[in-house]
């Protein structure tokens, strides 16, 4: 069964940056679909990042297009989302999450996805 164990999460001034781990273990597939969500209070849980890990394709968000990217290391069993240019907006609790895959990976549509992480909290002030 696969577990996802986020980190990295923290505090940030607007225009600066944060990286967030996703840790990776007790898989037993060898390619998956991994998303980066976040959750703001009354909003509805937004997908920002998408990678697939069999191939490495990755795709974003309008909202965070040119400042977030999303990478893996194989080598660590790890998802990063590397966070530059953050904003006042960006605070949220961010989550990894993902589903088995043989191709195809969807960036958002979280029904689909059957394994999630703790989540870790970001702030973001002006």
């Known amino acids: 069964l696969l577990q996802l164990v986020e980190s990295g999460g923290g505090s940030a001034q607007a225009g600066g940056s944060l990286r967030l781990s996703c840790v990776l273990s007790?898989?037993?597939?060898?390619?998956?679909?991994m998303n980066w969500f976040r959750q703001a209070p009354g909003k509805e849980r937004e997908g920002v990042a998408s990678i697939y890990t069999g191939g490495g394709n990755t795709d974003y968000a309008d909202s965070v297009k040119g400042r977030f990217t999303i990478s893996q290391d194989n080598a660590k069993n790890t998802v990063y989302l590397q966070m530059n240019s953050l904003k006042p907006e960006d605070t949220a609790m961010y989550y990894c999450a993902a589903f088995n895959s043989f191709g195809y990976c969807s960036l958002g549509e979280y029904t689909r996805f059957g394994y999630w992480g703790q989540g870790t909290q970001v702030t973001v002030s002006s």
């Open positions: 007790g898989y037993t597939y060898s390619s998956y679909c």
